[in-house]
């Protein structure tokens, strides 16, 4: 790898819907470069960028980003080829903060889909330049225009740079309407007389578009009434870093037209990391960062790999300074001071080694302790705190249990690693319920996560549905109610009684505890003991034996024996007289409702709303966001726990949603009764 200057680096992702081609563009990208002899393709496994065996044997689909460097001409690239599920795309989107820009991948033929969307919004927020490449120019069915048309649907300006010859079998190359020159296969020469005419016409299209970029520009075209070549290519730097325009090349990556175009087009317009300009700093930076190679060594980390040879790889993104090999740096996200063994260059699974890294940079470190994805790194004297990467939160869960035997410490340990290196995933134990969860993204991620678990660490997980943490609670105030423990065996006895008046709490409020006895009925040092005993019998209820919740217990009165009464005889005193007490008292089943917030296309909202009616949801609000509407709803956990497919499904793949707790109400009788029956079948712990 050469070693050049920060202004001759482009770092890129690539972006779109799974299957429209993004890995394969990779693939001809660095064979174009002279990187691979060969291109390589994801349906014969013989992919650089798709080496995962869970993206193999016919799995054509990327479940994790991958970073590739690269060298072409005088130029350093690094490709991120990021995944186009939906249930491995926050990858993708941790990876996007860390980039420079992006090339959006859309088929010739179906033109821009759910995925399309959702990887081009992720590249909005991060506010980077965007090349569209449209793909699949060989299949007879494709149209280039038409595509163009339908991206203006996703509200950017997309403007042809481009244009192909011919198209499916008779897909000869593409015209670059920059330079006013035909390219096949990287060939450049003349424009084909027949296209000529057309060339005129859609760069007069390209020059217009271009001359708004800035004053100056508009000033020379509206008197000259053209642009000259330098104008022309200074105007479209402009307009793409302005984010005015989305230049738009074509071609196919299958067979490669188009791909030198494209990469050229990197070269030229991209924006170098000196051109990216500041970076934010975390809240307690004062100054932006910029860039610089004389300025304090900051970086970001993106990714994280559990590679079988080299352990853990930290992949971070130089921001400014300079960065060497046997080094000591400090993590500014945790204040651990570190040190630098060796830097890699990631080609796929492929490390090259290098001695140092500066600004633009995107190198791997092995082995930094406790560095996770979206950490900080700095100087270990006067260095800087970058902000911190945004991670996404995972949308599903499912219960875990170990496979066989007794390995759930194995198993945790192990998640715990996939959990480092794909941070949109969770493992945690559920505190109302007991159980363990994984969140994840979809259920392919969480199922692929599993498979993974026994790739790399032998160990197998039973996937379940998981528990809804029900409540129970009174509907009405009890009095005097008793409980009573009497037990003589010979010698001391056991003798306590006590009685309890019970009344609802306002949902939400929890449990209450009031002594109100009087006259030493029960003496004080052993009223904490009746307290105790109300406590632990709160913890299953009389209906299905969940938690009893929202109650004020007061233990009004009581009998009490010299010899025979202890802090035991009180404490089983207190749990009988609660027990009973909320007998008495209407016991009630509650479920917990959620906040959902849901992102639907517009066409598909009839649809949502009335799939939450079914669901017993509530609609609170709506609103309207480009194509898009949200709906707020509130909406019983119960009904949730399949709604990810659901939604996905409803929506052709483009709805998105977020759960957050909202409160507990009281289930309808007719679902109460088949909880409760369920409960009895199959008793457990809740």
């Known amino acids: 790898m050469q070693n050049v200057q920060t202004g001759k680096t482009r770092n890129f992702a690539l972006i779109g819907h799974s299957g429209d081609g993004k890995t394969t563009l990779g693939e001809s990208l660095i064979h174009v470069a002279g990187v691979t002899e060969t291109a390589g393709r994801v349906d014969d496994d013989s992919s650089a960028l798709n080496y995962l065996p869970e993206e193999r044997n016919g799995h054509t689909a990327s479940v994790t980003s991958h970073v590739f460097a690269f060298d072409h001409s005088d130029y350093h690239f690094t490709l991120v080829d990021t995944p186009g599920d939906p249930n491995f795309q926050g990858d993708g989107k941790i990876a996007l903060q860390a980039l420079d820009a992006a090339v959006l991948l859309v088929s010739g033929v179906e033109g821009p889909k759910a995925g399309t969307e959702k990887m081009l919004r992720t590249a909005q927020q991060a506010d980077m330049p965007i ?7 060989d299949r007879e069915d494709a149209d280039f225009d038409r595509t163009v048309e339908m991206l203006t649907e996703l509200e950017i300006r997309p403007v042809p740079i481009s244009f192909n010859i011919g198209k499916g079998d008779g897909l000869e190359g593409v015209v670059d309407l920059v330079h006013m020159e035909a390219v096949r296969l990287g060939v450049h020469g003349p424009i ?9 016409l859609r760069r007069d299209t390209l020059v217009e578009a271009v001359a708004e970029a800035t004053d100056d520009l508009l000033e020379a075209y509206l008197e000259e009434g053209n642009l000259g070549a330098e104008d022309l290519q200074r105007g479209l730097r402009a307009a793409l870093r302005s984010r005015m325009i989305v230049p738009v090349v074509c071609g196919s990556a299958l067979t490669e037209h188009g791909v030198t175009l494209l990469l050229e087009e990197l070269e030229e317009f991209m924006p170098s990391p000196i051109e990216r300009g500041e970076w934010l700093g975390a809240d307690d930076e004062p100054n932006p960062i910029a860039p610089a190679e004389e300025a304090p060594f900051s970086a970001i980390v993106f990714k994280t790999i559990i590679d079988r040879y080299t352990g853990t790889l930290s992949v971070m993104r130089v921001v400014s300074g300079k960065v060497s090999a046997d080094s000591h740096i400090m993590d500014a996200t945790n204040g651990e001071k570190l040190r630098v063994g060796k830097l890699f260059l990631l080609q796929g699974e492929k490390h090259i080694e290098v001695s140092e890294a500066g600004p633009g940079d995107i190198v791997a470190v092995a082995k930094l302790k406790d560095v996770h994805t979206g950490h900080a790194l700095t100087d270990e ?15 599903i869960s499912y ?3 170990a496979g066989s035997g007794k390995e759930d410490e194995k198993i945790f340990a192990a998640l715990a690693k996939l959990e480092e290196e794909d941070p949109s995933l969770h493992v945690g134990r559920d505190d109302a319920t007991g159980e363990f969860l994984l969140t994840g993204m979809g259920e392919l991620h969480i199922r692929t996560t599993a498979k993974k678990l026994n790739r790399l660490f032998g160990l197998d997980i039973h996937l379940k549905t998981p528990k809804v943490p029900y409540r129970e609670t009174i509907s009405k105030r009890a009095e005097h109610v008793e409980g009573k423990l009497k037990k003589q065996t010979g010698g001391a006895g056991m003798f306590g009684v006590a009685y309890v008046d019970v009344e609802p709490l306002p949902r939400g409020e929890g449990f209450a505890f009031e002594d109100r006895v009087v006259g030493g009925a029960i003496p004080k040092g052993l009223i904490p003991a009746v307290e105790k005993g109300v406590r632990e019998a709160c913890q299953r209820g009389p209906l299905a034996g969940y938690p009893v919740v929202d109650i004020t217990v007061k233990c009004v009165d009581g009998k009490y024996h010299a010899v025979d009464s202890n802090e035991m005889a009180f404490h089983l005193a207190g749990s009988f007289a609660l027990k009973a007490a909320v007998q008495a008292a209407g016991p009630t089943l509650l479920e917990p409702f959620m906040t959902a917030e849901i992102t639907a296309p517009e066409d598909h909202v009839g649809d949502v709303m009335g799939d939450i009616a079914g669901r017993r949801g509530l609609v ?3 609103e309207s966001r480009s194509h898009s509407c949200v709906i707020i709803a509130k909406v019983p956990m119960s009904e949730m726990l399949d709604y990810a497919t659901a939604l996905s499904s409803m929506t052709g793949g483009k709805g998105e949603f977020h759960l957050e707790y909202s409160h507990y109400s009281e289930v309808p009788a007719k679902l109460a009764s088949k909880i409760i029956e369920e409960s009895q079948v199959a008793p457990g712990e809740h």
Do not use: S
């Open 381 to 395: 004297k006067g260095g800087v705190h970058l902000h911190e990467l945004e991670i996404p939160g995972g949308v």
């Open 620 to 622: 609170q609000t709506t």
């Open 399 to 401: 219960a875990i249990e």
């Open 131 to 137: 090349i569209a490449f449209v793909n699949e120019l």
């Open 192 to 200: 084909p007389d027949e296209l000529k005419d057309e060339a005129n």
